[in-house]
C-alpha cells in the first residue's frame, strides 16, 4: 500500500501557458515583455481559492510574487514584466483561501438574513490565526476584530466588523497557505534582448565589394556597403563565413567539381594552412581590420552577424591536429560529405560520435567565444540539423549563460520537426519555409501555425524572400513586381526578415539552370560585382519599409498578426497591432505579379476597436494617400506594375461627418 | 559549465501519443485492444534510425518489443494488444541504424554507377560487429559475409553478399543500439474490462418495487424487476445506497425539511444506529438477502452497482466513534452541508483536512473493499468532486490494483475541468453533460471533444437521459417522441449509457415545480409504484434498441463516431464504424419532438469505403425497412409520431442493378 505523503493539498494546478512540452524546454520572450502566465486551477467543493505567479531571475534566491485573478472556466492568470536578460524561472502555488470561503459564505447568510451567530465564531478563529502571522499594526488590529467576534456585542456591531473592508484587506495580506499547492516544475523563460524579435536582416559577400572585376574585396572595401545597408535601414548585416578557405578540392564558379588557380572556392570550405575557424581569411584583410569594421558597424547602428558553418576543409588545421574528431574510413582517408552519389569532397564533416565528442564540444564552443571576444553578438548557424542536437542544447545554454545578448539564428531547412526541435534547443531566431508559400492559403495556415499556436513560445521566424542558395522560382521571372511581392510579404508579415543582397534589390533572377533554385553565377563560388546605383535597384521602397517597421510599433511584433477575409484569391490581408493596440497596421498585398486584382475587404471592426457607425481613415503609409473607409466591407484594387500593396495605418479616431467635407 | 553525460545519443523522441498529461496520469484501454502508439523520432542529419515500443504488464520485468514503423513526416508508430487486465506500461527506445545507412547508400552509389570499394570495407566492419553479438548460426554466415567484403574477390560477388536479403534479414536482428535515446518517461495503461466500455445501464429504487402501495420493497422484491431490466437488455442494474438511512433531520417526501414518522428519508443521508456504508437497510432485507440478489443478478448476465456517496447522516456510527472526521464548529456542534443560504442539516461531509485524513483514506477505501467482497465489481459514485483529488486518486489506484476487474463510474455533475481531472484520476466511466446537449451543434461539438480528441484516453462517457436528480426540460413535454429522441441519441451516440427506469420509460414528466429540473413526488424521498405493465412503456424499443446494440460491434465503441451533413438543423447524422470497419451504422435522428423534418444527408463515401457507382443498401434496424440510396447525398424524412429515428446498417457488398429489380 502507498502511503502518501500529504493528502491534504487539495488544489490542483494545470494546463499551465506558457510551457514548451511540459517544460522540458525553455520559453522565449524579449526584455521588457509583459509575460502572461495562465493555469487551470481548481479545488474539490466550494471553497475558495487564492493562487500566486512566482519568478524570479535566474540569479536571484528571491520568488516575486503576482496574485492571479480568475478568468472563468477554472482559468486563472497574472502577468509580470521581464526586465534583464537571461533566464527567469517561474511557477505557480495555489491553496484553499478559508478566509475568503468564510467571508463569501456570511455575505450570502446576511442577505438571505440567516442565522450568523457562529459564524462570527468561526471567523474569529479565522483571524486569530491571521494574526499570529501579522506585523503590527495589522497584528494589532486584527486581534481587536477578534474580540469583537467573540464579545457580547450585538450582531450588528460583528457584522460591521467581519464585512468592513479594512479588515479584508488586512486579511488578504497574511494568507493561511497550509496544505498548498505548487506547480509541480519550475518554468525557464530566457529573455532576450529586442533585436530577437525585431530586425531586419541584410546579407552580403564580403569578397564582392571591391567595386573592381576580379578583385577580391577586403574589409575595408565592406564599409561602403555597410553605410549602404544602413542607409536602407537594415539593423542586421550579416557575412558568409570569413575564414580561410581550402585549397584542395576547391570548387570551381557554378559549383565546378574542379577549380583553377585563382578560382576564390566556397567560403563554407573552412580552413586552410593559414587557420580556421577561428582565423581571417588573408585576402579580406586581418583580424583588426575585422574588428574595426566591427567598430564602423557600431557607429551606423548596425550589428555583423558571422556565419558559423561547423564543417572542414580537408585543409582545416583540425583534420591534422585532431583526426579523431573525423569519421576514419577503412582504406584510411577521412569520410568527406556525402549524399549519393553526390559527394562534397571539399568538407568533411565533424563525426559527433568520436569518443572525444565532449573535446570537440569545447572546441567548438570555444569558436563562438572568441568571436564574442571580438565583439560579435549575433551568429547565424549553417545548417544546424546536421549537427548533433544535445550539443546544441549545451553550447547556447553555455554560451547565453555567459552573454546572455547573444543571438542564434537557425537555418534549417530541412523537414519541419527538426526546424522547431532546434528551436526549442535555444536558437533565437529561426529561417522558414517563407520562400515556399507563395500562394494566399499557404501563406495564412503557415503564418498562423507560426503566430497564433505555441510554437511562437519557442520558434521566432525570420522570414527571407531569397538565399545565396536560394532563388525561388517566383522570383525567377525577374519583374520588380515578384521581387516587391516578396519583400512586402517578409517586411510586414515577419517581424524579423532578411534578404540577400545587392543579388535581392537588384532583381537578380536567373537560376544555373532552369528548374533550379541555384543561382548562376552565385557569388558562393566567384566574386561578383554588383552595380547598386542601377535605376531597378529597389532600395528606395527597402529604405521605406524599413522606416515603416521602426514607425510602427505593430510592424515590431509577430503575435498579434490575424488575417482578413478578402474575396479575391490573389489578394491577402492581415492586420497587426501594437501590444497597447494604439498602433494598427493593416496590409494588403497583391500576391499576382502579372495582373491586377481587386475585391472587397471585411474587417472584424468590433474587435479591431473601429467605430463601424462612421468612416474611418486608411492612411497609405506607401503612397502617402488617404482613404475613407465605412463599415466593415471595402473595396481595394491592386495594381502590380505600380505597386502591389498598401501598408495602411488606420486611425481609429472619432470624426464627425464634417470633417470629411474637405477631402470630398 | 555543465558536462553532459552522454552527448552521443542523437536521436530525439518527442509527443507520444497516447499520453495523457505528459504521463502524469494514466492511459485508458479496454482488453483485447489493440493499443497504437505513436510519437516524432528523428534525428539529425541523414541517418537511418529503428525505434521499438516496449511494453508489459505491470507485473512483469521483461519487456516485450515492437518495432515501430514510419508514417512519413517523422511520426512513427506501432500496435500492441493488451490481453491482460490491470495496468501496463510501455515506453519508446530509438537508435540510429548505421548499418541501414550504409545499405541505403550503397544500393544508391550502385545504381550510380559511382565508386563502391571502400563501401564493402565499412560494411564489414558493421557486419563483424554484429556478428558479435548473433547466436548460430547467423554468426557464422555473418562472419562469412564479412571475409567476403574483406576478399580479393570481385566487386559482383561483394554486392551479391551486401545487397543479399538474407544479409538484411540476419542484421536487423542483431542491431547496434549504442548511444540509444530512451523515452524520459514510462507511460501507464489502465487496462479494463469490456464492460468500461460497453453497457447499458438501468437505475431504480430498490424499495420501490414492492408493488403494493405504501409497502416497502425489499431485495427479494428486487428480482422480479432485476428480469424485467434483463429483459429489457440491460448489463448493469445500479441502486441507490443500500444503507441505513439517518433519522435525525430526515428529509420529508419532495424535500421537505422535515419528516413525518413512516416518512422513508434520502437514502443519501447514509447512516443510522443500525450501521453505516458497511450496512445493509433493514427494510431491503439482510446482507444475505443482498448477496442473493447478487447472485440472481449474475444468473442474468447482469451486475450490479452500488452507489457510494462519501456523506454521514447526524446519526451515522462514525459522527461518534470519530467525531475528527468531521469539521466541528467553535459552538461544539459538527459542519452540515451548506450551500448558504440552503443547508443540509441531514448531511455531514467528511472533512479532508482532518488530521486524520489517513485514516479516514483508509477506512473509505474498506467500504468498497467490503462490498468487493461481497461481490459487487461496479461502483457508482456520488459526488466525487466534494471529496479531494488526492484521495480518489489513492484509493482507485489501491482498489484496482487489488481487483483490476472493479469499475468506477464518476458522478461529477460539476465543470468540465473537475469532471475530466475525475477522470484522468482513475475513475473508469463518467457522466456527462448530455442531459443538457439538445440542439444539433451542442451534440455535434461535445461529442466531437468527447471522442476525437485527447480526452478519450483518460474520460469514457456515460450518457443518461435522466437520472433521479435531472428531469430535463426537453422530457417535460412528456412525449413519447420526446423520450425516443433522448434514449436514441444516448443509446447510440455513447457505448455507454444508462436511464433511470422505471420513471424513464413510463415517459415520468413532471417537475415539482416549473423551472426545476426535479421530479415531483420523487423516490429519492419517497416510496413510488411503478406500473410497468402500462402500455406506454417504451421497454419493446428499449429491448430492441439493446439487442441492436449487442448485434452491432459498431455500437460497442465511441471512438469511430463521425457526424455528417444534413441540410436540416432539426435532422442530426452520424455515423460509427467496428474497428476492422465491417459493420457501419449510420443514425439519422429528428431532434424536434413536434415536427416532421426532411433534407438530404451527405455522406464520405470514400472514406467509409461505400462504392458510389452503384447503389448501396442501408437497412433500418428498428423497422426493418430496407432502402437503395445512390451517391453520396440522399433524401431522408423523419416523423416524430412514428419514430424519430433511423438506424441503418450499411451493406457495402456490390450489387449489380439486376439485383435490385426485386425491389423496383
Known amino acids: 500500500m502507498i502511503t502518501p505523503k500529504e493528502g491534504r493539498r487539495r488544489v490542483v494546478i494545470e494546463a499551465i501557458s506558457p510551457e514548451v512540452d511540459g517544460g522540458r524546454f525553455p520559453v522565449k520572450r524579449t526584455i521588457g515583455d509583459r509575460v502572461r502566465v495562465e493555469a487551470d486551477i481548481f479545488v474539490d467543493g466550494h471553497d475558495s481559492i487564492s493562487a500566486l505567479v512566482l519568478y524570479r531571475p535566474d540569479g536571484s534566491e528571491f520568488w516575486i510574487q503576482e496574485p492571479m485573478q480568475p478568468l472563468g472556466n477554472d482559468r486563472w492568470s497574472a502577468e509580470f514584466t521581464v526586465t534583464e536578460l537571461g533566464r527567469y524561472r517561474y511557477t505557480i502555488q495555489a491553496w484553499i483561501d478559508h478566509y475568503e470561503t468564510w467571508r463569501k459564505d456570511l455575505l450570502k447568510r446576511i442577505a438571505a438574513k440567516g442565522d450568523t451567530a457562529v459564524d462570527y465564531l468561526i471567523g474569529a478563529q479565522l483571524i486569530e490565526d491571521a494574526a499570529s502571522r501579522a506585523v503590527e499594526p495589522d497584528a494589532s488590529f486584527l486581534g481587536e476584530q477578534v474580540s469583537i467576534m467573540r464579545s457580547e456585542e450585538d450582531l450588528t456591531r460583528k457584522r460591521e466588523s467581519a464585512t468592513s473592508h479594512a479588515l479584508n484587506e488586512a486579511m488578504v495580506k497574511y494568507p493561511n497557505r497550509r496544505y498548498s499547492t505548487d506547480a509541480d516544475r519550475e518554468i525557464v523563460l530566457v529573455v532576450d534582448p529586442l533585436r530577437a524579435r525585431f530586425s531586419a536582416w541584410y546579407e552580403f559577400f564580403p569578397r564582392s565589394t571591391s567595386g573592381v572585376e576580379g578583385q577580391h574585396g577586403t574589409f575595408a572595401d565592406c564599409e561602403a556597403r555597410l553605410q549602404y545597408a544602413a542607409d536602407m535601414g537594415f539593423d542586421v548585416v550579416y557575412f558568409p563565413p570569413i575564414h580561410p578557405i581550402g585549397v584542395n578540392f576547391r570548387k570551381g564558379p557554378n559549383n565546378l567539381p574542379a577549380s583553377d588557380p585563382g578560382d576564390v572556392g566556397s567560403p563554407w570550405a573552412i580552413g586552410s594552412a593559414e587557420g580556421g575557424f577561428k582565423s581571417v581569411h588573408a585576402e579580406l584583410g586581418t583580424l583588426e581590420d575585422f574588428r574595426r569594421l566591427l567598430r564602423r ?195 510586414t508579415l515577419g517581424a524579423n526578415y532578411g534578404i540577400y543582397g545587392p543579388a535581392f534589390e537588384l532583381l537578380e533572377s536567373r537560376p544555373v539552370r532552369p528548374g533550379s533554385e541555384e543561382y548562376i553565377d552565385s557569388e558562393k563560388y566567384q566574386l561578383r560585382e554588383w552595380d547598386v546605383e542601377n535605376s531597378r535597384n529597389l532600395r528606395d521602397l527597402i529604405t521605406q519599409v524599413n522606416r515603416i517597421r521602426r514607425e510602427n510599433p505593430a510592424l515590431q511584433l509577430d503575435w498579434t498578426l490575424q488575417f482578413h477575409h478578402i474575396d479575391s484569391d490573389q489578394l491577402i490581408c492581415y492586420s497587426k497591432q501594437s501590444v497597447d493596440e494604439a498602433n494598427l497596421i493593416i496590409v494588403l498585398i497583391n500576391l499576382d505579379p502579372h495582373h491586377a486584382h481587386s475585391g472587397f475587404v471585411t474587417l472584424p471592426l468590433d474587435q479591431l476597436k473601429i467605430d463601424g457607425n462612421q468612416p474611418y481613415q486608411v492612411h497609405d503609409l506607401l503612397t502617402d494617400a488617404k482613404y475613407f473607409w465605412h463599415g466593415e466591407r471595402n473595396y481595394v484594387e491592386l495594381h502590380p506594375d505600380r505597386m502591389p500593396a498598401h501598408i495602411f495605418c488606420l486611425r481609429r479616431s472619432a470624426h464627425t461627418e464634417a470633417d470629411f467635407d474637405y477631402f470630398l
Chains 1, 2 share one sequence.
Do not use: C
Open 297 to 491: 558597424a557600431s557607429e551606423l547602428g548596425i550589428q555583423i552577424a558571422l556565419d558559423i558553418a561547423f564543417q572542414a576543409s580537408p585543409d582545416h588545421p583540425y583534420v591534422k591536429d585532431h583526426e579523431d574528431w573525423f569519421r576514419k574510413r577503412p582504406d584510411g582517408t577521412i569520410q568527406y560529405a556525402e549524399n549519393p552519389p553526390k559527394k562534397y569532397q571539399d568538407i568533411y564533416p565533424f563525426d559527433f560520435e568520436t569518443p572525444q565528442w565532449f573535446e570537440l564540444w569545447r572546441e567548438l564552443k570555444s569558436v563562438f567565444r572568441y568571436w564574442i571576444e571580438q565583439g560579435v553578438r549575433i551568429f547565424r548557424v549553417d545548417n544546424p540539423h546536421t549537427k548533433t542536437f544535445p550539443f546544441w542544447e549545451w553550447v547556447i545554454t553555455e554560451i547565453k549563460g555567459e552573454f546572455p545578448a547573444v543571438l542564434f539564428l537557425s537555418e534549417a531547412f530541412t523537414r519541419p520537426k527538426v526546424m522547431y526541435r532546434l528551436g526549442k534547443l535555444g536558437f533565437s531566431q529561426s529561417y522558414t519555409y517563407f520562400p515556399w508559400r507563395t500562394v494566399k492559403h499557404e501563406i495564412t495556415s503557415y503564418l498562423s501555425e507560426l503566430t497564433q499556436t505555441g510554437v511562437r513560445d519557442f520558434f521566432r521566424p525570420n522570414h527571407w524572400p531569397n538565399t545565396p542558395d536560394i532563388l525561388p522560382e517566383f522570383l525567377q521571372t525577374g519583374m520588380r513586381s515578384s521581387f516587391l511581392i516578396r519583400f512586402l510579404l517578409a517586411a
